[in-house]
């Protein structure tokens, strides 16, 4: 048994709320707890896991290492200079 009046109050039945939805019950400290992601919404547990490029930088990785299809060849990496 826990000490008296040393630990906080426990919840059994603590609602977990996602944009103003109960998603799931847990045990907690806390009475309700919200949050804006959970495994239901989270694109790694989904399967909507994307690539994000910003400012084109797997385009660049691509082009540089000759890995990009078609106009690899034609159009030198950035920084690199040609031989003569």
């Known amino acids: 048994m826990p000490k008296p009046d040393i630990h906080p109050k426990w919840y ?7 944009n ?3 998603v799931l019950t847990v ?5 309700e707890l919200h949050v804006d992601v959970w495994s ?3 694109p ?13 930088r797997v385009e660049r990785f691509l082009r540089k290492y ?3 299809e078609g106009d690899a060849a ?8 040609k031989k003569r």
């Open 66 to 68: 000759g890995m990009l």
């Open 40 to 42: 239901g919404n989270h």
């Open 27 to 31: 045990g907690s400290t806390r009475p």
């Open 44 to 56: 790694f547990f989904t399967g909507t896991q994307k690539i994000i490029d910003t400012e084109g």
């Open 20 to 22: 103003g939805q109960v």
């Open 12 to 18: 059994p039945e603590a609602k977990v709320y996602c």
């Open 74 to 81: 034609a159009t030198p990496a950035p920084g690199t200079k």
